[in-house]
C-alpha cells in the first residue's frame, strides 16, 4: 500500500509540475527584458502540492520545477545577456534554483483550511521575493534605472512583478484551499495528524 501512495504522490507531482510550467508560458504581464514577469498562478500548483503532501514532497515537486523555470530563462535569452561565469551560477542559484524550490515551504502550512493556504503561499512569495531582491541588489545594480540605488533597484524591480504574483498566488491558493480536504478523504495517505 505505501508503494502505491508514493506512485499516486509522484503522479499527482508530475502533473502539478507540469501544470505549473505551461502556467508560467503564459505570462500576460512581463515588465523587464532582464527577466521577471506575472503569471496567472504558476506557484499555485506547487503550493498546493506542499500543503497537500508536506514539506517533503512541496520542495522535491518544487526543485523540479525551478530547473524546468531555468530551462525556460536561457530560452529567453538569460545565457546573451553578458555576464560573467560566476554571476551567472550565482543567479542561476539565487533566482531559479533557491527562489522556486522555497515554494516548497509551504507544506510548514499544511492543513485543512484558507487561513494556512494564505499563510503558506504568502510565506513562500516572501522568500521567493528575498532570493530575487538579493540576486539583483548583488549582482544586476548596473542595470539600476538613472535615479537608483543598486539596493533601491533591487527592491523596484522585483516587486514590480512579485506584488502582483503574490497576490494572484495567495487568492488563488485560498480559493482552491476547499479541494484540499476533499482530496485528503479520498486519499488516506495526505491526511493530516488533526484528521486521523
Not at 91 to 97: F, K, P, Q, R, T
Not at 132 to 145: D, I, K, R, T, V
Request: with cysteine; hydrophobic share 55%.
Amino acid at each position: 500500500m505505501k508503494k502505491n501512495d508514493s506512485l499516486i504522490k509522484l503522479a499527482v507531482c508530475a502533473l502539478m509540475v507540469a501544470l505549473s510550467f505551461v502556467l508560467s508560458l503564459w505570462t500576460p504581464l512581463k515588465f523587464w527584458p532582464q527577466g521577471g514577469s506575472v503569471t496567472l498562478g504558476a506557484m499555485v500548483p506547487v503550493v498546493l502540492v506542499a500543503l497537500l503532501f508536506g514539506t517533503r514532497w512541496g520542495l522535491c515537486c518544487a526543485f523540479v520545477n525551478s530547473l524546468l523555470q531555468l530551462m525556460m530563462g536561457f530560452m529567453e535569452g538569460m545565457g546573451s545577456w553578458g555576464l560573467s561565469p560566476m554571476v551567472l551560477v550565482c543567479s542561476i542559484l539565487l533566482d531559479y534554483i533557491l527562489a522556486y524550490t522555497v515554494i516548497g515551504f509551504a507544506g510548514i502550512f499544511r492543513g485543512n483550511d484558507s487561513v494556512r493556504a494564505v499563510l503558506g503561499s504568502l510565506f513562500v512569495c516572501i522568500l521567493r521575493y528575498a532570493f530575487h531582491f538579493l540576486s539583483g541588489w548583488a549582482f544586476f545594480g548596473m542595470w539600476a534605472e538613472e535615479g537608483y540605488t543598486a539596493l533601491s533597484w533591487a527592491v523596484f524591480y522585483n516587486m514590480t512583478y512579485m506584488l502582483p504574483e503574490t497576490v494572484i498566488t495567495v487568492v488563488l491558493s485560498a480559493s482552491l484551499a476547499v479541494l484540499l480536504p476533499v482530496l485528503r478523504r479520498n486519499f488516506s495517505f495526505c491526511r493530516t495528524p488533526e484528521a486521523l
